[in-house]
């Protein structure tokens, strides 16, 4: 590879056909990182996936993109870098996808392309045919309706599925405390907590604060967007209380 910009990155695009619609897998700032593209150019949901620390300029590497429908649209996904498998994780979105090579900011040498091989991914589980897995992933791309969800569990899909494909996990955390005014020290009370994605307007996690600390904890969610706290007072005495602009930080190990 070399740089033509400050920016650069490299992988493939599988396009849907339209515009600029279709999934992207990158390795971008030495992490892989994957997105989906809007016909009309819209970049959005962009998740890091696995480091990538060999993509630097000079770097000269065996990359494979295994992309397998296993429902109307929903695909199993794998990156191989030098023979070994780095990921794998299920996307939904798009009914056909054409392979693409991406590269931005750099010119690449391409030593060999290689297609038309049998996919190295392995077949769905045997106990969840195509039909059912199709509506069971939909309630893993997070909506307004799902995240409100009385039960909602993000959890509920490892065992289904062996990762979890949702937008807004990660390994990071915010905590807070929520406090009722009071002489002469505030006092902690239990009140119900909401997290939103700042930019989307979308509600991601929900939690009652503890009754005697008052504190609240949102764990394992995704460093990248910003987000809002909103806290409830369910006794009417006072007003909302908002925290926004804020940024994840990363959980203790």
């Not at 593209?37 to 996936?49: C, M, P, T």
């Not at 397998?68 to 990921?87: C, L, P, S």
């Not at 969610?221 to 925290?243: G, L, M, Q, S, T």
Request: hydrophobic content about 40%.
């Amino acid at each position: 590879m070399q740089r033509t910009y400050d920016t650069v990155a490299a992988g493939a695009w599988f396009w849907a056909g339209e515009g600029y619609s279709g999934h992207r897998l990158i390795a971008w700032k030495q992490i892989w990182h994957h997105c989906w593209w809007a016909v009309n150019g819209s970049q959005y949901e962009q998740v890091e996936l696995e480091p990538a620390l060999w993509a630097v300029i000079g770097a000269r590497r065996t990359v494979r993109f295994d992309v397998k429908r296993i429902a109307f649209d929903v695909w199993m996904m794998q990156i191989t870098d030098n023979g070994e498998v780095v990921w794998r994780d299920y996307k939904r979105g798009y009914t056909s996808l054409r392979p693409c090579i991406y590269g931005y900011g750099l010119t690449m040498r391409l030593f060999r392309v290689a297609g038309n091989t049998p996919s190295a991914l392995p077949d769905p589980p045997a106990d969840v045919t195509p039909r059912l897995l199709s509506p069971i992933l939909g309630h893993r791309i997070l909506d307004l309706p799902t995240a409100q969800a009385t039960h909602y569990i993000a959890r509920g899909f490892p065992k289904l599925l062996g990762f979890r494909n949702h937008y807004y996990h990660g390994n990071h955390r915010i905590t807070g405390t929520v406090k009722e005014k009071a002489v002469p020290n505030d006092r902690p009370v239990s009140r119900r907590v909401f997290l939103f994605d700042e930019r989307r307007h979308v509600l991601v996690r929900e939690t009652w604060s503890d009754p005697v600390t008052g504190a609240y904890c949102f764990d394992e969610i995704n460093p990248e967007p910003r987000y809002v706290v909103v806290a409830y007072d369910y006794k009417h005495n006072f007003r909302a209380v908002i925290a926004d602009n804020l940024r994840a930080e990363p959980m203790p190990p």
